[in-house]
């Protein structure tokens, strides 16, 4: 069974950074695309990062360009997305999902719970 | 503003049919990208519900059905249950710039 398991969410100040992880188990980790999607209250899902397998294609959503990082640690099964200079607009739960499909058809087909990240002073 | 173009609310009665349409443009759905369909309950993680347009991931009733045409596409559910009311997304790919691009979001209230 596929389960992703988001830590690192909490409270941080404008301005602040803040690294989420996202712990992997029951797939071939090292194989499988990932992202990053979030939600913020009241608002629908946003894409937020994504990246392939062996990190060779990365891909940021146009509103954390510059400013997130997502970087993966295949030895751990760990996905992790390092964001600085958080806004407020940036608060939001944010969920690690597992890419299927060929590139650019593919589909979110796990996502984990998710974790509250709140930027506010 | 979202790239993809839902409804923001749908209802229907217990046993009936609804509809909820996906409206993009050149450079997603129009381009020929694939739509995906999404089921959200609050405060839960959100679940694939069709993939590749119109196909089923195992689980998911018969009742849930995608299509595709042209810049838009549609997730039809019927024989309408308590248990459906959640929020429905759509999803495909944009080339410009590279991105996975959502639909706002849909509310589907059970009457």
């Known amino acids: 069974e596929v389960q992703l398991l988001e830590s690192g969410g909490g409270l941080v100040q404008p301005g602040g950074s803040r690294s989420l992880s996202c712990a992997a188990s029951?797939?071939?980790?090292?194989?499988?695309?990932m992202g990053w999607v979030r939600q913020a209250p009241g608002k629908g899902l946003e894409w937020v990062s994504a990246l392939s397998g062996n990190s060779y294609y990365i891909y940021y959503a146009d509103s954390v360009k510059g400013r997130f990082t997502i970087f993966r640690d295949n030895s751990r099964n760990t996905l992790y997305l390092q964001m600085n200079s958080l806004r407020a607009d940036d608060t939001a739960v944010y969920y690690c999902a597992k890419l299927v499909g060929a590139p650019r058809r593919q589909q979110f087909d796990s996502w984990g719970q998710g974790t509250l990240v709140t930027v506010s002073s | 503003q979202s790239v993809l173009t839902q409804p923001p609310s749908v209802s229907g009665a217990p046993g009936q049919r609804v509809t909820i349409s996906c409206t993009g443009g050149s450079s997603n759905i129009g381009a020929g990208y694939d739509v995906h369909w999404y089921q959200h309950l609050p405060g839960t993680a959100p679940k694939l519900l069709i993939y590749g347009n119109t196909n089923r991931p195992s689980g998911v009733p018969d009742r849930f059905s995608g299509s595709k045409s042209g810049t838009s596409a549609s997730l039809a559910i019927t024989g309408l249950r308590a248990e459906d009311e959640a929020d429905y997304y759509c999803?495909?790919?944009?080339?410009?710039?590279?991105?996975?691009?959502f639909g706002g979001g849909t509310k589907l209230t059970v009457l």
């Open positions: 029951g797939f071939t980790f090292s194989s499988s695309d």
């Open positions: 999803q495909s790919f944009d080339s410009s710039p590279t991105a996975w691009v």
